[in-house]
Each structure stands twice: as structure tokens, then as C-alpha cells.
């Protein structure tokens, strides 16, 4: 009786781990599709893209392999499963790449390596379309698996250089962030991008012993990493939303929140309980039950209503501050609509990029009211500005008119802020400027430059 309990618990590890299975893949879709709205032509936003179609293949072909019945529809989701594994270790130095862009270190030859490693990873598709990367269906009791070649331990070799190779230039990328918050998203990113690198490999392919001799161990690690593989996931995404978006800290936060709630949330929770009545109804002789649908749908309804409910109250208690009370009101107006606090945080957020970017040690935004320029933020350490006459710096932009990108004023560079003309014939209309503080002869990279406009086009909205 007591081995019967322990095969029935064996059975229910299982069982779970197929729901977080089938979870992670609709969490990575999820926020795929949500990364959509990201501003994509950001490197790191479309790299991280990337990264979720891998885990999406993964995943999507393991929960459906663990389901299947015959041999040959086993080996080819096994089979299919590699197709986002091959081409993770070039999405990973992509993003890494583009972290490093980000924190101000120009791309000079790794954009090429990457666009090789694409190359590499294509190579490996095709030896797995051909049947050389992975051999035969294996299935002696523990879960199915496909034989090592030699070409399965070049590629195990060539997945564990890469990633190497990423996380070296993710670390240089953390040295070279200079703001407490951009480090801050740093680490949120760091720690949520080893999970589709450690939970995306195929470890059976050199642990099967392990597997058939402490079935027990095997599915409890297996469960507790797909648990926190969607829970890194989340983090990974949650870091990324910040480089694509012209948004304040609190919209990404609540937008995230609602979307990951109403989406991968509320469809976990339908799948879970629809397996749990579908292997009741097994479990009582009933092959099939029409309370399988219907609990699916009644799931999907309560959540989206309870969702719908808790929403205005999971703003205030999580999403706290000093502008609590402003809350209230702008639950009721439209989501472009922020507060004095948000625009602050929003251009701070804008100056740190720019800083991480030229490295720089201070920067500003001031804007034009009426005749005269004030002051709005100020970042970092800012002698020159404590005596300085920013009228000056707006006389000089003045008597250049819309010549040039940049001025050079004393230690700084000088970006105007132009509103765009609403006519073709219309002129720009002058909004203020942004200040950097500029080495001496130290000089914007083109790579930094195209940055740098997109930056500029955030700070003026």
C-alpha cells in the first residue's frame, strides 16, 4: 500500500511538472507578445524577443512530447524541441551586445560575431534536419530522450562557450552602468536571464541513469526548475521593459502586472484545472468528461472577473508613494496621462541613459518658459550648472538655429529639444534642451549618435 502511495505522488510530480511545462511556454508566448509593444528597434527589446521564441519552441515541444503516445510522434517533438535550443546561444550574445551598447561600450566587431554565431547555430539545424546532430528514440523506462553524436557534444561544447561568452560581456556591461537604477534593472536582468539558459537544456541527454535509478530526485529538481524558470522569466521581462518604452516606472509596472494576469496567469490556471478533472476522470474510469470544457471556461470567466475587480486595489497597495492619492484620480483618465512625479522619473530615466551611454557624469533637461529656460532635472554631480547662466547655452542655440545635432557649451554638449512641425511647411518649435557634461576631446560614435536621437525623441515627447 505504501509503494502504491508513492507511485500515486510520483504520478502527481509528474502531472505538475507537465502543467508548469505547458505554463512556461504560454508565459514566454505571453510576454512575446507583450514585448511587441516594446519600441523593437532597441537591440536589447529585440534580442529578448528572440530569447522568448527559443523558450516558446522548448517548452511548446516538450509539454506536447509528454503527452504523446507513439514513438514517432515522441521523437518528433524531441526533435523539434532543439530548434529553439540551437539558436539560444547566439540570442543570449545578442542581448549581451546590446546591454553593453546600452551601458556605453561600442559594438566595433561584435555585431559580426553574433551575425557568424547565426550562421554556426543555422549549421546545427541543418545537421539535425539531417539526422547527424542527435541519434535514435531512447526509451528504456525513464523519459524519452535522443542518443548523443559527436556532433551533440560539439554543439554542448559550442552552447557552453557562448553563454560564457555572454555573461562575460553581461558582467562588463554591469561595470559600465553608472546610475543606482539602471543597476538595480541590471541585476533584475541578470538574474532572470539564467533561466532559459539553464532550463532549456536537454540535461537527460547526460543524466538518464540518474533518472531511472532516483526517479524521485529527477522529477522534484525538474519541478522545482520549471518553477523557477517561469519566475525568472518574468523578472527577465519585467528589466526589459524599460528599455523599449516611452513609459513611467509605475505604467510598466502595472501594465506587466495586468497583462501577465490576464494572460499567462489566467490561462495556467485554466490548464491546470483541466488536467486536474481530466486525470480524475481517468482516475474513476471515465475516458472522457464534458466537465472538461466547461470548468476550462467557467476558469477563464472567473479570473478575467476577478482580475477585473482587484485591479483598482492592486494599484494602490503595490504601486504606493507619494502619489498615492493621485492614483485615484488617474485610474478614472486615460493611462497617457502622469503625474508631475511620473515626468520626472520619466526624464531622470532618459538622462541616465544618455549618461551610460557618453559616460558621463552629469546631465539635465531644462525647458523653455516663455523667454527663459528652468531648470527641470539635474543628475549626477553638476559644478558647471551651480554659476552657470543657461541663458547663455539658449543663445547659443538660438544663433545656430537647426544646424548640427549638438553644441558645445563649456564642458557640456547641448541638445536642443525640438517639437516637430505639425505641417511640412511648419518650423520646429524650440521645447528646451538637454545637457550633457562632455570629456575633454572625447567624441559621440556613430553607433551612440543613432542612441542618442532615439533618447532625444523620448525626452521631447
Same mark, same amino acid.
Given at each position: 500500500m505504501f509503494n502504491g502511495w508513492l507511485q500515486q505522488l510520483l504520478v502527481g510530480i509528474i502531472t505538475i511538472n507537465q502543467i508548469l511545462t505547458a505554463g512556461i511556454a504560454i508565459t514566454a508566448f505571453s510576454l512575446f507578445l507583450y514585448s511587441l509593444s516594446f519600441n523593437l528597434r532597441d537591440r536589447v527589446a529585440r534580442s529578448f524577443a528572440i530569447i522568448l521564441i527559443c523558450v516558446v519552441v522548448v517548452f511548446t515541444a516538450e509539454a506536447l512530447e509528454s503527452s504523446a503516445l507513439s514513438e514517432e510522434m515522441i521523437a518528433l517533438f524531441l526533435r523539434l524541441e532543439w530548434i529553439g535550443i540551437v539558436f539560444l546561444p547566439p540570442a543570449y550574445l545578442h542581448l549581451s551586445d546590446g546591454l553593453m551598447v546600452?551601458?556605453?561600450?561600442?559594438?566595433r566587431g561584435r555585431r559580426w560575431l553574433v551575425r557568424l554565431l547565426y550562421l554556426v547555430s543555422a549549421g546545427f539545424l541543418l545537421l539535425l534536419a539531417f539526422g547527424l546532430l542527435l541519434g535514435p528514440l531512447v526509451l528504456d523506462g525513464q523519459p524519452a530522450y535522443l542518443q548523443r553524436t559527436l556532433w551533440t557534444e560539439v554543439f554542448t561544447g559550442y552552447?557552453?562557450?557562448?553563454?560564457?561568452?555572454a555573461w562575460v560581456n553581461f558582467g562588463r556591461a554591469y561595470n559600465h552602468t553608472l546610475t543606482r537604477s539602471g543597476r538595480r534593472r541590471m541585476v533584475y536582468l541578470l538574474a532572470g536571464a539564467t533561466a532559459p539558459a539553464l532550463g532549456s537544456f536537454p540535461y537527460l541527454l547526460y543524466g538518464s541513469g540518474l533518472a531511472e535509478k532516483y526517479p524521485y530526485l529527477f522529477w522534484g529538481t525538474a519541478l522545482v526548475s520549471n518553477a523557477l524558470v517561469v519566475g525568472l522569466i518574468i523578472i527577465m521581462a519585467y528589466a526589459v521593459a524599460f528599455f523599449g518604452v516611452s513609459w513611467p516606472d509605475r505604467v510598466v509596472r502595472s501594465k506587466l502586472f495586468k497583462w501577465l494576469m490576464r494572460g499567462p496567469v489566467t490561462a495556467s490556471v485554466a490548464l491546470g484545472v483541466m488536467t486536474i478533472i481530466r486525470r480524475l476522470g481517468e482516475f474513476f474510469g471515465v475516458v472522457y468528461s464534458g466537465a472538461v470544457p466547461t470548468a476550462m471556461v467557467a476558469t477563464v470567466l472567473l479570473m478575467e472577473h476577478a482580475i477585473t475587480l482587484v485591479a483598482p486595489l492592486w494599484d494602490r497597495l503595490i504601486f504606493f508613494g507619494r502619489d498615492r492619492d493621485d492614483?485615484?484620480?488617474l485610474q478614472s483618465l486615460e493611462d497617457r496621462l502622469i503625474t508631475q512625479n511620473d515626468l520626472r522619473q520619466f526624464l531622470e530615466a532618459v538622462l541616465a541613459a544618455v549618461r551610460d551611454h557618453l559616460q558621463s557624469l552629469s546631465a539635465f533637461v531644462a525647458a523653455l518658459d516663455e523667454e527663459d529656460l528652468s531648470l527641470i532635472v539635474a543628475t549626477g554631480h553638476s559644478p558647471l550648472l551651480k554659476d552657470a547662466n543657461l541663458d547663455d547655452a539658449l543663445q547659443l542655440v538660438a544663433e545656430n538655429g537647426n544646424n548640427g545635432d549638438e553644441y558645445v557649451w563649456g564642458d557640456y554638449w547641448i541638445f536642443p529639444l525640438h517639437q516637430p512641425p505639425e505641417t511640412d511647411e511648419?518650423?520646429?518649435? $524650440? #521645447?528646451?534642451i538637454l545637457g550633457v557634461a562632455r570629456r575633454r576631446g572625447q567624441e559621440i560614435a556613430p553607433d551612440q549618435r543613432q542612441a542618442l536621437r532615439? $533618447? #532625444?525623441?523620448?525626452?521631447?515627447?
Open positions: 546600452t551601458s556605453g561600450l561600442a559594438s552552447y557552453v562557450l557562448v553563454m560564457v561568452l492614483l485615484a484620480l511648419g518650423q520646429p518649435i $524650440l #521645447l528646451g532615439l $533618447l #532625444l525623441r523620448r525626452a521631447v515627447l
